[in-house]
């Protein structure tokens, strides 16, 4: 059984059609990645997945449940944890209480009072290497440690699914490599499945996901494994235009 | 933080209050202005469980005295000849209790809806739309009120309906205050405490995060307005033993609590009472050197302490004694 399947999703805002009748399946502890250039709909497509926004047509069901119509808390409560796009730790909380936020109310959180979810916030810390800031207000981190706070909040709530929007956007090359080896550690630790969205940084697609889910204009273009996805016409036709896709079969 | 010492913070809480209530009885003359401070501390507390804790501003806020004010008031004035002793009051206070709490679930329902500024516009219309209903449909005697005294006396005897309206009233503010402090710090230190401070600082990741937003501020809400219930219903309704619909539902007690609030520290516990002794003493002193002036004086002084501490006193102490041993006493 899949662990998330959606099916003939589509989302539309006036007249624009943001995602159209897309319909995939992940198993649990798959890595996969949705990509599209900008305006794709892939966060949209996230949105729904999670339950920001309802969709207008389709189905999605999460861990064996129809969720189609359920609030984000309660997908979260069935195992759904999710990172933003820009990092939205609690400011004014510190990084501890933060991700103890992520282990009460998540998954786990019906049987950890405070205490035991300090415990374990205390855990993730060390995961992430953030042990000096562990008593600082989140708020005035850095953007990469804001975006480990995150990850580790996200952890924290013990998800069966990882959704993490544009998790390596605005990094160097450096910090995308390691940042790679993180999520697929967490993954195999875990034994989660992670959703990434990514938009353009192939180079962190090609060394993160198994498979890829190509979005276009809202639409779902392939769904591959990574390197067929990759080298696939229609993929490189999307992000470079056809005159380079021509200029490639000539050469 | 962890066991039996996070709910210390109750200790300078509880001091300051038998502090207060010393200085009343021992100073003679003073114990109207003991009694005022202690009603600005339990307003600011009892305000600061919805509007500091959830960030939500609520400006029909003084509906809830109101309403608490005419439950002791309906509940006395009725009951006064069925022999009920000391009781009478319990019951009004469970009456303030319930009116409060009704309303305060009325005006959730549609007002908890909406966000942030929306919610503080649909909210100012509640305080006058409530006395205008009481009014015009002339509830509870509607614009004249209900004069009580007789039926307090009758239901306690002279004697003991003399020092219910002019000591034992103020004692239920400081009942009040402490039920609030005790509530606040309880909040604070529970998983309600983290659901709260999570929505304040981001409703839409808080609910990803797997918090039903709703749901806890509901319990914010209908905390707030039934603490507010028992305070209209010793504060005004016991001290003065009548209400009249223009004196309870009056805006201007919701801006006394918001400045308050805002002057000790959103969300904290010691907050709103540094706020509501501070409020409380300036405007005491202002009323005497300059009256007349006292609040025009006070909204420049306001403006600027709010401007350069956003954080309110107490916000700035935590700062102070972050890392110290003082640390586990400030909240």
Known sequence: MPLLKCEHVSKRFGGMVAVDDVSFEIMTGELMAIVGPNGAGKTTMFNLINGVFLPDEGHIWFAGVDVTRFPSYKRAHLGMGRTFQIPRPFASATVQENIAIGAMFGAAGGELNVEEAMEVADQYIDLIGLKAHRNKPAGGLTPIEKKLVEIARALAMKPRLLLMDEAMAGMNPKDIDQMVTFIRHIRDVEGIAVVALVEHIMRAVAGLAERVLVMHQGAKLVDEPTREALNDPRVIEVYLGRQAEEFNAKS | ??????????????????????????????????????????????????????????????????????????????????????????????????????????????????????????????????????????????????????????????????????????????????????????????????????????????????????????????????????????????????????????????????????????????????GGLIYGVSKYFLAITLPGFQLLIFAPIIIAIIVIFPEGLVGILKGKVHGTRLEKYVI
Not at chain 2, 6 to 35: E, F, M, S
Not at chain 2, 81 to 102: C, K, N, P
Not at chain 2, 137 to 146: C, F, K, V
């Open chain 2, 1 to 274: 933080m962890r066991g039996t010492g996070k709910y210390l913070p109750i200790v300078p809480v509880l001091a300051a209050y038998a502090l207060l209530l010393l200085y009343g009885v021992a100073t003679p003359g003073k114990w109207q202005l003991v009694a005022q401070l202690a009603f600005y501390c339990a307003l600011g507390q009892a305000f600061n469980l919805f509007m500091g804790m959830t960030g939500y501003v609520d400006f029909g806020y003084v509906a809830f005295l109101g309403v608490g004010t005419y439950g002791m008031a309906v509940t006395i004035s009725s009951l006064s000849d069925g022999g009920l002793g000391l009781g009478i009051i319990l019951i009004g206070f469970l009456v303030a209790a319930v009116f409060s709490t009704l309303l305060a679930m009325a005006v959730g329902a549609v007002a908890l809806r909406l966000r942030g500024a929306y919610f503080a516009i649909a909210t100012i219309g509640v305080n006058e739309g409530f006395r205008y209903l009481i009014e015009g449909a002339r509830i509870w005697n509607g614009a004249d009120g209900i004069i009580f005294s007789r039926h307090l006396k009758t239901a306690l005897g002279r004697k003991m309906a003399m020092s219910v309206s002019t000591f034992w009233a103020d004692i239920f503010v400081f009942g009040v205050a402490v039920l609030a402090a005790v509530l606040t710090l309880y909040y604070l230190r529970n998983k309600v405490g983290y659901a709260l401070l999570a929505l304040r600082e981001d409703e839409d990741a808080a609910k990803v995060m797997g918090i039903d937003v709703t749901r806890f501020k509901i319990i914010a809400f209908i905390t707030s307005a039934a603490l507010a219930g028992l305070l209209g219903a010793s504060g005004w309704a016991l001290k003065l033993t009548y209400v009249y619909p223009p004196d309870v539902f009056e805006i201007h007690y919701t801006v006394e609590a918001i400045i308050i609030v805002l002057l000790g520290g959103a969300g904290t516990l010691m907050g709103p009472i540094a």
